[in-house]
Nanobody, 121 residues
Framework: QVQLVESGGGLVQAGDSLRLSCAASGLIFDTYAMGWFRQAPGQGRGFLATINWSGSATIYGDSVKGRFTISRDNANNMTYLQMNSLKPEDTGIYYC??????????????WGQGTQVTVSA
């Protein structure tokens, strides 16, 4: 079956950097766009970034544009989210997902279990 497993979360201070990884299995990886989403405490899940199947195109949410970078390694079925200049409002559970190259979470077919990122002031 399809599995997406996030890793790399943790507790950091404001201004720090963190790199999240997502390992995919059970799917033809290079036929899916990959996205990252975040669920902040008490809020719904919001779009952060997506990358198309080849890695040639990306879309970012306004809150992370210029600070976060999404990338993928199709040879190893991996997706990454490099997060720089972290802010306390970046705190939340981070999910990777496989689906269509769009912002809308409804069009993502598969989801990981999430990894917690906490940014202290």
């Amino acid at each position: 079956q399809v599995q997406l497993v996030e890793s790399g979360g943790g507790l950091v201070q404001a201004g720090d950097s963190l790199r999240l990884s997502c390992a995919a299995s059970g799917l033809i990886f290079d036929t899916y766009a990959m996205g990252w989403f975040r669920q902040a405490p008490g809020q719904g899940r919001g779009f952060l970034a997506t990358i198309n199947w080849s890695g040639s195109a990306t879309i970012y949410g306004d809150s992370v544009k210029g600070r976060f970078t999404i990338s993928r390694d199709n040879a190893n079925n991996m997706t990454y989210l490099q997060m720089n200049s972290l802010k306390p409002e970046d705190t939340g559970i981070y999910y990777c997902a496989a689906g269509v190259y769009v912002r809308h979470e409804q069009l993502y077919d598969y989801w990981g279990q999430g990894t917690q990122v906490t940014v202290s002031a």
